[in-house]
């Protein structure tokens, strides 16, 4: 059983940085993605970028494009997300996905393990 879990939220000034993990484990992951999301208070969850364990290929949402970055950590069974020149529209609870196949999926319903979610408040 994949178990995920997310940690380095906080609150942070708007134009400032945060890096959040999730730790991986139950199993191997060679032939997962793993996504991040978020969902702010009264909105749906949505994508936010996703990478191929095997070959580090990775995917934005536009609104993230630029400004956050996903990583994975092979030797640690890490997933990471840097997150730079914060606003406060990502307020939102952060959560790490994943999904056992090769191609890399933005929609929530396509990501079969999820993590509890780690809090990123953006102050303005």
């Known amino acids: 059983q994949v178990q995920l879990v997310e940690s380095g939220g906080g609150l942070v000034q708007a134009g400032g940085s945060l890096r959040i993990s999730c730790a991986v484990s139950?199993?191997?992951?060679?032939?997962?993605?793993m996504g991040w999301f978020r969902q702010a208070p009264g909105k749906e969850r949505e994508f936010v970028a996703a990478i191929r364990w095997s070959d580090g290929s990775t995917s934005y949402a536009d609104s993230v494009k630029g400004r956050f970055t996903i990583s994975r950590d092979n030797a640690k069974n890490m997933v990471y997300l840097q997150l730079n020149s914060l606003k406060p529209d990502d307020t939102a609870v952060y959560y790490c996905a994943a999904r056992r196949s090769r191609w890399i999926a933005t929609v929530v319903d396509e990501y079969t393990y999820w993590g509890q979610g780690t809090q990123v408040t953006v102050s303005s």
């Open positions: 139950g199993g191997t992951f060679g032939s997962h993605v």
